[in-house]
């Protein structure tokens, strides 16, 4: 559930993020680089979960239009 004080982020936000992600963890070694790495991570697992839950929503709507057509 996002919070008030801090919006979901925008597709064109999230491209921004992975783009100076993938420029850092290339430059620089260290904690930066280190940061940018765990960015990516996080970011690809971000995706798995959207995709997940996309999946999850689709099942469950093709299970409650089954149980709906066996009640008609």
Do not use: F, K, N
């Amino acid at each position: 559930m996002p919070c008030e004080s801090h919006p979901p982020l925008t597709d064109h936000e999230l491209d921004a993020i992975e783009t100076r992600a993938r420029w850092y963890s290339g430059a620089y070694t260290g904690t930066s680089g280190t940061l940018a790495g765990d960015v990516m991570r996080l970011l690809g697992e971000r995706q798995r979960l959207v995709v997940a839950m996309a999946m999850l929503r689709e099942q469950y709507s093709i299970e409650r239009y089954q149980q709906q057509r066996g009640r008609d």
